[in-house]
């Protein structure tokens, strides 16, 4: 038989395979490698179902994992059953944070390709490291997270971000994925990193309604694996944690497992790999500077995105304070206005918006200030903020806070962590006694580094720290701020107050500017 009668016979087995087999049945014909190193046809697990079941209807999925269940698996499953369909020149890519990872999804691809039979395997045209492609139609091609350029040279119909909540600027990624895509299908498929990491914020507006996900959550209970049995002669002592897992139906091999599992990674890396709920995926996190039990004793209120939000009026008996941090104006970063109240020690209104000048700001904050008893007002001097101070002086706004050396605040490597400090104890103690949810997202964003130094995470990755900045500054302000009600204290009480400031020679000793 002549190569040519052989390629067109080969072209027929192929063809007459691609007519007579879904899509989904080829996926579960294929085989992978498992754990222990064999090949073994693609048994799909429940979560395995449910995703195929999501990709498969064209819908854009976005899927909260723990580790190991196969997500990944599936999903390169998918592209390679839907490109191996086509006879079409089209384009699927996969990406992760790191082009290492990418290429081992692309790898695993090419595993399925080189499991079919030599007889139903198409001609190839490309097959290295980074692409797979067919003589009669279509490629998948790997691309790394970094390489943001390579992106924009092609026009894909189905992409795969893998480990999104990784990439170093996954909203970059994300728009030049978007960009690239033809009216096509993205998955996105990770683990969590961080609490407001861009995984979160996908599902928040998912939650809201604001974008048409197929969201996918696991609890690693839904895996059946994921189980380790009681030895003979072994007696089970569940702590307390235990227990009330087990009420909500945990079983001693799931327990047992939890615990080894622990053990190996730590409770704080365990929860975000392994999570139950959403909840419990961003609760704690190793390196974020407040975590959801912080916020115990506070009332979380829901706020505007923009604009003004006033939860108290102003109280004639009350003294307030001002905290700002000033944005360009241009669009972008925020300017935040914080106002809070001496005598219940929380936020009475506050204000956000990225398209407010620094000059039109200052403007706004005399108003608040006139509006809330003269209030005193701390402005972050860094950047704009000179330009606010120096319109509030121009405008008579004559209670500004001065540090003890009579000069304005300044953030720095040594002020960031005293403001932020003193606000998580008040939080912490509940002496803040609420908050809106907004600010909250934003403080639950600052991490801090191997050193104990506080950082904010990047813009890019989990939005805005505005809010947060705001709330600190005006949170130390109000410490140099008196409530209004010395006529209401007998004498004896004020002579005593006065006594313990002053030394024997009657020099006020105190360090502070009080108002």
């Known amino acids: 038989m002549s190569r040519k009668s052989k390629d ?35 048994n799909l697990n ?23 269940i196969g997500s990944t698996t599936i999903c390169a499953a998918f592209l390679f059953a839907e490109i191996y369909f086509s006879t079409t020149p089209i384009t699927f890519a996969v990406l992760s944070y790191k082009l290492e990872s990418a290429k081992q999804i692309l790898k695993m691809i090419k595993h399925f390709y080189h499991s079919l039979p030599a007889s139903l395997q198409r001609p190839t045209d490309v097959n290295h490291t980074t692409e797979l492609s067919f003589k009669d139609g279509g490629r998948i091609i790997a691309v790394a997270a970094t390489q943001t350029g390579g992106l924009r040279s092609f026009t894909a119909t189905k992409i795969q971000l893998s480990e999104y909540a990784f990439a170093d600027n996954p909203e970059e990624l994300k728009a030049t994925a978007l960009g690239a895509l033809n009216d096509g299908q993205l998955i996105i498929e990770s683990t969590a990193n961080f609490f407001g990491d861009c995984l979160h914020q996908e599902i928040q507006k998912w939650d809201t309604g604001t974008t048409s ?25 569940p702590t307390e944690r235990e227990s009330e897992l087990m009420d909500y139906g945990l079983s001693i091999e799931q327990i047992l497992w939890r615990r080894k599992k622990i053990s190996l990674l730590g409770y704080d890396k365990f929860l975000r790999e392994y999570p139950l709920s959403l909840e419990e995926a961003y609760a704690v996190m ?37 905290g700002v941090d000033v944005g ?14 001496k005598k219940i020690n929380s936020p009475v209104a506050l204000w956000r918006d990225n398209t407010t000048s620094p000059i039109d700001l200052a403007h706004i904050i005399q108003e608040l200030h ?80 191997n050193k104990g130094r506080i950082k904010f995470a990047d813009t890019s990755t989990a939005g805005h720290s505005d809010s947060a900045m705001a709330l600190a500054l005006a949170n130390w302000c109000l410490n140099y701020v008196r409530l209004k009600q010395e006529g209401y204290l007998p004498q004896w009480i004020k002579d005593k107050k006065t006594q313990r400031i002053k030394d024997s020679t009657g020099a006020i000793i105190s360090n502070h500017r009080r108002y």
């Open 46 to 68: 429940s979560e395995q179902e449910e995703i195929l079941t999501s990709l498969l209807s064209g819908e854009d999925t976005l899927i909260l994992k723990p580790r190991q």
């Open 213 to 237: 996900w197929n969201y996918l959550f696991f609890p690693w209970t839904n895996h059946q694996e994921y189980g380790i049995k009681l030895r003979k002669n072994k007696v089970f002592s």
């Open 370 to 449: 006139e509006k809330y008893n003269n209030a005193l007002v701390l402005v972050e001097a860094n950047n704009y903020g000179w330009a606010v101070l120096n319109e509030l002086s121009h405008i008579g706004v004559g209670r500004v806070f001065k540090d003890e050396n009579n000069k304005d605040f300044l953030t720095t490597s040594k002020t960031k962590p005293l403001v932020f400090e003193d606000l998580k104890k008040k939080i912490q103690h509940g002496y803040i006694k609420m908050l809106d949810d907004k600010t909250v997202t934003e403080l639950r964003t600052i991490l801090v580094d």
């Open 328 to 341: 360009g104006g241009v669009g972008k970063d925020y300017s935040a206005i914080f106002v809070m109240s």
């Open 8 to 42: 067109k016979r080969d072209k027929a087995t192929i063809q007459d395979l691609l007519d007579n087999i879904s899509i989904e049945e080829f996926i579960r014909k294929l085989t992978i490698v498992n754990k222990k190193g064999k090949k073994q046809q693609l």
């Open 286 to 322: 190793g390196d974020t500077y407040f975590n959801k039990n912080d916020f115990e004793y506070t009332d979380i209120l829901p706020a505007s995105k923009e604009g003004y939000e006033v939860f108290f009026n102003p109280d004639k008996q009350d003294s307030y304070a001002i």
